[in-house]
């Protein structure tokens, strides 16, 4: 754990006007303290269109299965589109597209709407029904976000896979879903130019057993791509048969509306399941509450990638239902130079910004001047999601670029939990540089020790959610055990996150880093355990232990230990061979920044790695404390091998 925290006095009160106007004030938190149940039956109903109102707020006689809403009715995606055009919002931007070479597109609700009634009718035609999983494997470009609604509005869950992903993770996640249908594209614009995303859709499916039959490809690039007249079909020529009128069929609240793949601690992803009433219901709220979003004036602006939670909740499901117009951006922040976010914020007026850390820190390394060429005086509120936050880049971020105006929210949240769980509401306090400071309104959580005591003050310990929530997992898809072991087994009854945190003096809370063998690289979740055996799996390993050092930038860099299988001689070339490996074998974002070929690994003696070692020496910290290994002198060993390489 880092703990990077640091006691500061320092805090900010949002300005008059932003507090006078504010969506949430402090008697909210009053509201839902006195009647937790009752505060979330009240957001549920007023935030959503329902077709069949719900008798009961939360069924929670099976836990860790909790239903919210249960007996009510909704469609997810007519709350996200038709509502809004009901209303007379039609007109309404609901997507300014900004494509990396420069492209762009205005979408309204009117058009998105239709669009996806198009694709509803798309995939009815590819027999897709209630329940079906439809895996989408895409850039950031709208076709993804109409295939997802799409998907939502026929109440068959997606399974978006984010874009740089490899094949096998493809392949993996593609069976574990058993998807039959896989929405891609011929490929995105990435650094100034087309990175490919169909070829690795063929290349899943031709290691065999899964079960897709039709793969629909969206044209974004114009790359050549292998064509299969068995299953591949081109969006553009599947949508223009299709009628764009569909009426929205309502589901029940916990009908299954995705699933998200996400690091754990063993080598495996878990297949996080979401369902419908209350993942909106929270996801809405997130929006109006922490953003304080005007859907009226506001321009809002998620930088996520839509692979990533933060991509489903906050720039389809969260945004989309609270009838936002946001801004999706395809590419890099640095194409074609480092002021393209800001060229951007400028060029659409946006006003509500929300990114993570590990930019921030980028931004900050590229220079104040960057930003400093731009206007950017529409922006009244700036958010970060992904890791804790260091004071310094906080108040860079709300100086540099918020001008000293804007209220920075930190968002604590998982993939698991499905909306914000701990951030300050921002015009309702001040808020403190480093910090999450307080759980959302009807949200409960603790600090803990090993235990399950609450601490209080300063003392480090676990976080855990000591109540059900509406956006909660549902579970681990085609897992319940191990949806119970993961969470719900350290503490009886209660939701344990992994991470470290603790109270300060005032009562806020600091995250201070995961707990457990998750590594936090850029804001992407990695498992250590699935980088060594990507690692072992390459034919000249035999042993490997990975750790995630502090980085200056990405917050944590993977770092890697291996060992050479026995006659394997070494050459220079290796510790390139086995990053690229891991690199085309995961993902590039999991390629490690090192791998040192080593001759041991400092073990206990029943043969644990102990990876805390490692970590210090990845770190510079020389060599600690190895009094529990083995065989002591190993370090030593490892050390001026590490130095030496
Ligand atoms: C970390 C991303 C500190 C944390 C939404 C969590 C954070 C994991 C913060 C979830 C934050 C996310 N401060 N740590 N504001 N936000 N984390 O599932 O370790 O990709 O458990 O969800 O990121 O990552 P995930």
């Given at each position: 754990m880092t703990d990077h925290t640091e006691s500061t006095s320092t805090t900010y009160a949002p300005p008059e006007e932003f507090a006078a106007h504010a969506n949430v004030t402090a008697a909210e938190y009053e509201r839902a303290d006195e009647d937790r149940l009752g505060f979330w039956a009240d957001k549920a109903r007023s935030l959503l269109d329902w077709e069949t109102d719900f008798t009961e707020t939360l069924d929670w006689t099976n836990p860790p299965f909790a239903r919210?809403?249960?007996?009510?009715?909704?469609?997810?995606?007519?709350?996200?589109?038709?509502?809004?055009?009901?209303?007379?919002?039609?007109?309404?931007?609901?997507?300014?597209?900004?494509?990396?070479?420069?492209?762009?597109?205005?979408?309204?609700?009117?058009?998105?709407?239709?669009?996806?009634?198009?694709?509803?009718?798309?995939?009815i035609s590819l027999g897709v029904s209630q329940g079906d999983r439809v895996a989408i494997y895409m850039p950031m470009i709208p076709e993804t976000v109409i295939a997802m609604l799409a998907c939502a509005r026929l109440g068959a869950p997606h399974s978006v896979v984010f874009g740089g992903f490899s094949?096998?993770?493809?392949?993996?996640?593609?069976?574990?879903?058993?998807?039959?249908?896989?929405?891609t594209a011929d490929g995105g614009f990435r650094r100034g130019k087309p990175s490919s995303l169909k070829p690795a859709v063929?290349?899943?499916i031709e290691k065999g057993g899964t079960p897709v039959e039709h793969v629909v490809v969206v044209e974004r690039t114009g790359q050549d791509v292998e064509w299969f007249d068995d299953r591949d079909v081109a969006w553009a020529d599947l949508m223009g048969e299709q009628p764009d009128e569909h009426t929205a069929e309502a589901f029940e609240a916990e009908n299954p509306l995705y699933v998200l793949y996400t690091s754990g601690t063993t080598g495996k992803p878990k297949g996080i399941l979401h369902t419908s009433g209350g993942y909106l219901t929270q996801a809405t709220y997130s929006v109006f509450a922490t953003f304080d979003l005007k859907p009226e004036k506001d321009v809002f602006w998620c930088t996520a990638d839509v692979g990533w939670v933060t991509g489903h909740t906050f720039i389809v499901y969260g945004p989309l239902s609270a009838g936002a117009t946001q801004v999706i951006y395809e590419g890099t922040p640095d194409t074609p130079d480092t002021g393209r976010w800001w060229d951007i914020v400028q060029k659409y007026g946006v006003t509500i910004l929300y990114t993570a850390p590990t930019a921030i820190r980028t931004c900050m390394k590229w220079g104040d001047e960057i930003p400093g060429q731009?206007?950017?005086s529409s922006l009244r509120l700036l958010g970060t999601v992904g890791e804790p936050i260091n004071p310094e880049a906080w108040t860079w971020y709300r100086s540099v670029i918020g001008k000293d105006r804007c209220p920075v929210v930190d968002t604590w949240w998982q993939t698991e939990t499905g909306a914000h769980m701990i951030a300050p509401m921002p015009g309702a306090m001040a808020t403190k540089p480093g910090s999450s400071q307080r759980p959302l309104p009807?949200?409960?959580?603790?600090?803990?020790?090993?235990?399950?005591?609450?601490?209080?003050?300063d003392e480090p310990g676990l976080l855990v959610i000591d109540e059900p929530w509406p956006a909660m997992l549902r579970g681990v898809y085609g897992d319940p055990e191990r949806y119970k072991d993961t969470y719900w087994s350290r503490f009886e009854g209660i939701y344990f996150a992994g991470d470290g945190a603790k109270y300060d003096e005032d009562g806020d809370i600091w995250f201070l880093g995961r707990v457990d063998d998750v590594m936090n690289v850029s804001g992407h979740r990695l498992s250590t355990t699935e980088i060594e055996s990507s690692l072992v799996a390459h034919d000249i390993v035999a042993e490997a232990a990975v750790?995630?050092?502090?980085?200056?930038t990405s917050g944590q860099a993977v770092v890697a230990f291996?060992?050479?299988?026995g006659g394997v001689e070494r050459t220079d070339d290796m510790e390139e061979t086995l990053r690229a490996h891991v690199g085309s074998d995961i993902g590039p974002i999991a390629k490690p920044k090192r791998v040192h070929i080593v001759d041991e690994l400092p073990k206990t003696r029943s043969g644990k790695i102990v990876r805390r070692l490692l970590k210090d020496l990845a770190e510079d910290k020389g060599v600690g404390d190895s009094s529990t290994l083995a065989d002591a002198s190993v370090m030593d060993v490892i050390s001026k091998q590490v130095q030496g390489s």
């Open positions: 919210w809403f249960s007996d009510g009715r909704l469609n997810v995606a007519a709350n996200c589109l038709d509502r809004h055009v009901e209303a007379g919002n039609g007109d309404r931007i609901a997507i300014h597209f900004e494509g990396e070479p420069g492209d762009s597109r205005g979408i309204t609700y009117a058009e998105l709407t239709a669009e996806v009634k198009k694709a509803a009718n798309a995939l094949s096998d993770a493809l392949h993996s996640r593609i069976l574990d879903a058993e998807a039959r249908v896989v929405i063929d290349a899943a731009y206007d950017l009807g949200i409960s959580v603790k600090v803990v020790d090993d235990e399950g005591n609450p601490l209080k003050n750790v995630g050092a502090a980085d200056a291996a060992i050479l299988r």
